[in-house]
């Protein structure tokens, strides 16, 4: 044997007569170590790519994980404080009611029972804490649109239009439902049950007022998570941050 061939057959290569595939598709020591020297390389480099577009997409995912997390966290806060100015309330026009009565003020009396039934409704909508439905919805979208984690040039695609769907304040449910239609209508041989996507009805959500504050009236670690937030939640805007972050104190 040649030393040719014996650094073939190191590779794989086999002589003729041990050769046990299709016998058109053998080649000779010679060929098949310059196929070798010539293919390997671009092999190797495609792989490479792919590891290190692989490991991109992994640190992505968990990027939008942590922030998902983070933004559940700030909005069961924002609940919390929310409940607790009520209550502080609450208990002011218990005490008002009180003297109102003693003073024989009927008319004041049936004013200061209607801020509290109204304090009492707005005590029940935060303890329900609609904002997080919306991420929850957002973390059963996922699971039921795995392309998105798994497939580079629909995310990349995705990405834009979820740029445009922000810019005309699409949010909520009805952003991803948009977000999944056109996709779908870009990818139309990736979608083998068109008919799988939820049927829940949009509801809207109404946010308290910010007073009058900007994106540079937030402390420099609250500006920080607004817009990762903006960045990864699905159809969630600075202004909406704006009204969560300041809502409470307006």
């Given at each position: 044997?040649?030393?040719?061939?014996?650094?073939?057959?190191?590779?794989?290569?086999?002589?003729?007569?041990?050769?046990?595939?299709?016998?058109?598709?053998?080649?000779?020591?010679?060929?098949?170590?310059?196929?070798?020297?010539?293919?390997?390389?671009?092999?190797?480099?495609?792989?490479?790519?792919?590891?290190?577009?692989n490991q991109k997409l992994r640190e992505d995912i968990d990027e939008v994980k942590k922030t998902a997390a983070e933004f559940q966290a700030f909005q069961k806060r924002q609940a919390e404080q929310a409940i607790k100015a009520v209550e502080?309330?609450?208990e002011a026009l218990k005490a008002q009611r009180a003297e109102a009565i003693s003073q024989g003020d009927g008319e004041r009396v049936n004013a200061i029972d209607d801020e509290i039934e109204e304090a009492r409704e707005t005590k029940r909508q935060a303890k329900v804490e609609p904002q997080?439905?919306?991420?929850?919805?957002?973390?059963?979208?996922?699971?039921?649109?795995?392309?998105?984690?798994?497939?580079?040039?629909?995310?990349?695609?995705?990405?834009?239009?979820?740029a445009e769907l922000n810019k005309?304040?699409?949010k909520g449910k009805t952003f991803l439902k948009q977000l999944r239609a056109e996709v779908e209508s870009q990818f139309p041989d990736k979608f083998k049950n068109p008919n799988r996507e939820r049927s829940d009805v949009d509801t809207g959500t109404t946010r308290?007022?910010?007073?009058?504050?900007?994106?540079n009236d937030l402390p420099d670690e609250a500006?920080?998570?607004?817009?990762?937030?903006?960045?990864?939640?699905?159809?969630?805007?600075?202004?909406?941050?704006l009204a969560d972050y300041f809502g409470v104190e307006a």
């Open positions: 044997m040649s030393e040719l061939e014996a650094k073939a057959k190191e590779q794989g290569w086999a002589p003729k007569e041990e050769w046990r595939g299709d016998p058109d598709k053998w080649v000779d020591a010679q060929e098949f170590v310059e196929r070798g020297e010539t293919i390997l390389p671009i092999v190797n480099a495609q792989l490479k790519k792919e590891r290190e577009a502080a309330r609450m997080n439905e919306d991420m929850a919805y957002f973390d059963t979208w996922l699971k039921d649109n795995n392309w998105y984690q798994e497939d580079a040039k629909m995310r990349r695609y995705a990405d834009g239009v979820a005309d304040g699409v308290p007022p910010s007073g009058g504050k900007t994106y500006k920080k998570a607004c817009d990762r937030f903006v960045k990864t939640i699905p159809g969630y805007t600075k202004e909406a941050y």
